[in-house]
């Protein structure tokens, strides 16, 4: 007998090939362990032949959901930091046997709204909402009632869940670390201007140099690119009171290195360099660039849980996930 085409065949036409009834077709198409392993291939050996399907829709309706988890983004999502993060959804989702819709928005559009507005029209039992800047609607977003939401963010929400790496807390961590060795004259070379993670991140380097009383010089600001830390750190090597540099990022860290050097200065006996996100290993051989580095695949896989499995009444989770620094050889004691 022919059975239906790819675009036809039914969990009935699947049963009847692999000789076994409906219930089975539809226990191995949701995943079930209660499946004997023969049974399972032979069924899904039907499925292919037939080029069968399962319904998503037909799926929820029988489970009340779809398995499967919406994460919405924009920018660059392989940019170094989101990359780990993404991947930390990803993972979590394949260990709870989901599926990830990823919903990548253009820069000029990138609202909490507009992007839970596309999101709301899949598939997906909760939604992440990842926006590479602050997002214009932040304060006035509410998220659907019936659609889990959570926001990576640094900021608290009043109506979803939020989550990110502590950003000031880097910050934070990174001035103790070099004041613990001694310097007192630590200088910030960050990122662009619109970047939320550099603002925080240059927050908390003046806020931990006020509260230890130390100077704070105007920062200055690049475009995260080795050239941009090159250029500014031609600068810095005039500043014959600087001690230590605290870059926001490893690619500005490492272009301040190479231009103290061209102009005769020492790291780390003259200049300790620290950066951040520890993305360089396996980059740069031998790497010595002291850093930062952030648990972001910590981070998706607790976006994954709080929109998956969300709450219940109390207070809205707000959770910033700590890094760790590593100490390599660019800072060194204060030698001045």
């Known amino acids: 007998m022919a059975f239906g085409s790819s675009s036809s065949a039914s969990i009935a036409d699947v049963a009847k090939l692999a000789g076994v009834s409906t219930q089975t077709v539809s226990r191995v198409a949701n995943g079930s362990d209660a499946v004997r392993p023969a049974t399972k291939e032979r069924v899904l050996a039907a499925m292919a032949e037939l080029g069968y399907r399962p319904s998503f829709a037909a799926r929820s309706l029988r489970a009340g959901s779809y398995h499967s988890v919406g994460l919405a983004m924009s920018g660059d999502i392989a940019a170094t930091g989101r990359r780990y993060q993404v991947e930390g959804v990803a993972t979590a989702a394949a260990q709870h046997r989901y599926a990830m819709t990823l919903l990548q928005l253009p820069d000029d559009e990138a609202t909490l709204s507009e992007a839970s507005r596309r999101m709301s029209s899949l598939p997906v039992d909760g939604q992440i909402l990842y926006l590479g800047s602050d997002p214009s609607d932040f304060a006035s977003f509410e998220p659907p009632a019936a659609l889990p939401t959570v926001i990576i963010s640094t900021r608290h929400h009043s109506h979803c869940a939020t989550v990110s790496n502590d950003q000031m807390g880097c910050a934070v961590s990174i001035v ?161």
Request: net charge negative; charged share 20%.
């Open 176 to 336: 103790n670390h070099l004041t613990q060795k001694g310097h007192r004259e630590i200088r910030f070379v960050g990122g662009r201007r619109d970047s939320y993670a550099n603002v925080s991140r240059q927050k908390g380097w003046e806020q931990a140099l006020r509260t230890r009383g130390l100077h704070v010089v105007e920062p200055f600001h690049g475009d995260w690119t080795a050239d941009s830390g090159y250029e500014l750190g031609a600068r810095l090597a005039q500043d014959e009171t600087c001690t230590a540099i605290f870059a926001s990022n490893d690619a500005i860290a490492v272009g301040v290195i190479y231009a103290l050097r061209d102009a005769g200065l020492r790291v780390p006996e003259d200049v300790s360099v620290i950066g951040v996100d520890d993305s360089l290993v396996g980059v740069i051989p031998h790497l010595d660039l002291s850093s930062y580095r952030f648990n972001g695949t910590r981070v998706g896989a607790i976006a994954f849980d709080l929109a998956t499995n969300p709450p219940e009444g109390g207070e809205i989770p707000h959770i910033l996930v700590p890094g760790t620094i590593v100490e390599r050889s660019t800072v060194a004691q204060a030698s001045r």
